[in-house]
């Protein structure tokens, strides 16, 4: 993460190897007789939070509720630097230039400014929200956020299954292309994910890794990394991918049709895959079913510690979240739990000192609630409602003091111990 500022959670997934895991602080450490409360702030439409220096809590907002709901072409997003308590908002920037609507992303450079990819725009902030560089995307194609190469550069592409995938890559100071734009094989859902210079793609049936190339200063696709996922199976495309140590992991079964929640939302009747491809050799993989269910679906990655060698899955669509051990030696996945019933959807939250995950549990009676969980065990530590009928897809965020932040579409949360 040499490309990121030095932060708890300077990007979504708390960075490109999308770990979900909080570098540095101690987590909530529930004890006996202590439960979770919530602060919460109504929004138009909230996308994501992060760190920047201590006390420092940026969120980003945007106007896609219009475009999603009502069909009017969304305009702008908005950064706001937050009261990490109360949740006020500090200041704000100007309305900044968006396009078509994807609950995009914000990221803190290594140079201390904070980056937007909203719609087709990349625009370059200072820690105040003050507007300093914007760049026009070449694509009119929602783009789905951006990542940070440990040299320091923006790395974007558009969210699209129709069209081959296109990625740019722009220098952090001028937002100038770098190089000549790279056009994948095959169109591309998921968000993109990165290690060291390495770029990772999941395509809509396969996978590719594209590698920053010093001496021509661009980005050259590694041949000998490529995996059909898909091959003759039903299944549909894969989203975001976790970059382990060793290995590369994501679901398959991304198309869905949510409206305001994913449950029973899965378009193809297939169960939902965990996909596990070794970044040395793509041949040694393993596809392994979630839970079997017909219907499985989901929209974001899976979660795998390297530490714990624990790999937690879900099927939003079925309602299941079951945890692996996971065994590099031969990599065998052993099940360890699993919870029915249980409505988890968001990307999750992993605070590695205390071995406490945050998740999301939707039900369609009882609405959104927050969930703090014992990793190892599955055991409950703590509950909160979130008092929303919209099932979190989103991102979460560690807070300074013992707390983290939860967003909903219609609203941010400050819960705390």
């Not at 069909?71 to 630097?81: D, L, S």
């Not at 937002?175 to 210079?197: F, H, M, Q, T, Y």
């Not at 099927?315 to 030696?329: E, G, I, Q, V």
């Not at 406490?356 to 409950?380: A, K, P, Q, T």
Request: glycine share 8%.
């Amino acid at each position: 993460m040499k490309g990121y500022f030095e932060s708890p959670w300077p990007a979504e997934d708390g960075g490109p190897q999308r770990l979900q895991a909080v570098n540095g602080l101690s987590g909530l450490r529930m004890q006996p007789g202590e439960k979770l409360q919530v602060t919460r702030r109504w929004l138009h439409l909230a996308h994501m939070v992060v760190l920047r220096a201590p006390g420092e809590v940026y969120l980003m907002t945007s106007s896609g509720l219009q475009h999603r709901y009502l069909g009017i072409a969304t305009t702008n997003a908005r950064i706001h630097k937050l009261e990490l308590i109360s949740l006020k908002t500090i200041c704000k920037s100007p309305k900044l230039l968006g396009g078509p609507f994807w609950p995009s992303g914000v990221a803190v450079h290594r140079n201390g400014d904070l980056y937007v990819t909203y719609g087709r725009w990349c625009h370059r902030l200072s820690k105040e929200c003050e507007l300093r560089r914007s760049f026009r995307l070449p694509c009119d194609i929602a783009y789905n956020s951006l990542i940070i190469l440990d040299n320091g550069l923006l790395v974007m592409k558009p969210f699209s299954d129709q069209e081959n995938a296109r990625i740019t890559v722009l220098d952090p100071e001028t937002l100038a292309p770098v190089c000549d734009d790279v056009i994948a094989p095959e169109p591309s859902i998921a968000r993109l994910s990165s290690k060291g210079n390495s770029v990772y793609l999941i395509g809509v049936r396969s996978t590719y890794r594209y590698d920053w190339d010093s001496q021509r200063e661009c980005l050259r696709q590694d041949k000998s990394w490529v995996c059909d996922y898909i091959g003759n199976s039903r299944q549909s495309y894969g989203w975001d991918a976790v970059i382990s140590e060793n290995d590369v992991w994501f679901m398959d079964n991304g198309k869905h049709t949510y409206f305001n929640s994913m449950l029973g939302q899965g378009v193809q009747r297939t169960p939902l895959n965990i996909v596990r491809i070794n970044q040395l050799d793509p041949e040694n993989k393993t596809i392994l079913p979630v839970c079997g269910l017909p219907g499985g679906s989901v929209t974001n990655p899976p979660f795998y510690n390297e530490k714990r060698r624990v790999l937690l899955t879900f099927d939003s669509a079925n309602a299941r979240l079951k945890a692996f051990r996971h065994n590099p030696a031969n990599n065998a996945l052993l099940p360890i739990w699993e919870k029915k019933n249980f409505g988890m959807s968001s990307h999750v939250l992993y605070f590695p000192n205390s071995g406490e995950i945050v998740l999301n549990d939707f039900d369609r009676w009882r609405g959104e609630h927050c969930v703090l969980l014992d990793l190892e065990s599955g055991r409950e530590l703590g509950r909160v409602r979130m008092n929303s009928w919209f099932q979190a897809v989103i991102f979460p965020a560690p807070g300074w003091h013992r707390d983290f932040y939860y967003l909903t579409f219609d609203k941010i949360a400050r819960v705390f111990v």
